[in-house]
């Protein structure tokens, strides 16, 4: 673990009179795959929205490749390679597979600049081939999909531009065993192709399946920060809880 991608120094964030994130720390290393924990209300996806740009902090502030990030917006986050996957997934129901995956950023052919529609199916496929994603028809259109699916593709569709670093705020908390697996997988291929990701989860079975290490959070502040390899769930939970005081 060497070089830090992203560095949260000292972050804080209020609404009125709630603290909701209270001077936060920790660096994410490059090609890791960070768990960020805490139990409801604990400050995490106010923190994972500061560092995509949804909120500006209040105090501190959060370097990317070093640089210092300012007033930065999520379209300038997934313009320097930060794209995040939030719990509603924004897939349009009605449009099919490719064009959800190149939504608002259709590719576009001629003078005329028709949709290029030949050349989305194209790169839609080779995108969920390198994930290892399996869905038969790309032509469906994504409500036809399963809740699994539709992570894949709200996934699938991130990577698509090129992002060193993908958040995932709960991504498997809607979805049946099996679904969950597959978007473990497509987390443990995304990992093996170098992408670093924050995973917000309240599974622990997920947090241990996939993680390499952990921030965890309460009221706000970061409790600790673990190798997974060297805890266990019962401290996890323990820390989460306020059991274990830290
Ligand atoms: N937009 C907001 N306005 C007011 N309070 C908020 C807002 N977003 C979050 N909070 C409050 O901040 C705290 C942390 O929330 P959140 O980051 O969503 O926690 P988590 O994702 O860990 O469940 C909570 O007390 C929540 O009510
Ligand atoms: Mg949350």
Request: aromatic share 6%; glycine share 8%; hydrophobic share 40%.
């Amino acid at each position: 673990m060497q070089q830090p991608i992203l560095e949260v120094d000292g972050i804080t964030k209020r609404f009125g009179g709630v603290t909701a994130v209270d001077n936060v720390s920790f660096p994410v290393y490059r090609g890791e795959v960070l768990g960020l924990l805490g139990d409801n209300g604990a400050g995490k996806s106010t923190v994972i929205k500061m560092i995509c740009g949804v909120y500006q902090a209040d105090a501190g502030e959060i370097r990317f490749e070093g640089k210092k990030l300012e007033n930065h917006n999520p379209k300038q986050a997934r313009d320097i390679g930060i794209e995040t996957v939030f719990q509603d997934l924004a897939l349009v129901d009605p449009l099919d597979i490719p064009s959800n995956i190149f939504l608002g950023r259709e590719l576009r052919t001629g003078p005329f600049g028709f949709l290029n529609k030949k050349k989305m199916a194209e790169e839609s496929l080779k995108l969920l081939q390198r994930l290892k994603i399996n869905i038969p028809d790309l032509s469906s259109s994504v409500l036809s999909l399963s809740g699994g699916q539709r992570q894949a593709i709200a996934i699938a569709r991130n990577v698509y531009w090129n992002a060193k670093m993908v958040i995932m705020d709960e991504p498997t908390a809607a979805l049946g065993v099996r679904e969950r697996s597959n978007v473990l997988e497509i987390i443990r291929t995304l990992r093996e192709q170098g992408v670093t990701i924050i995973l917000i989860s309240h599974n622990m079975d997920d947090v241990f399946a996939v993680t390499d290490r952990m921030v965890i959070m309460r009221r706000g502040q970061k409790k600790a920060e673990l190798v997974t390899k060297e805890t266990t769930k019962e401290h996890v939970v323990g820390i989460i809880t306020g059991a274990i005081d830290y």
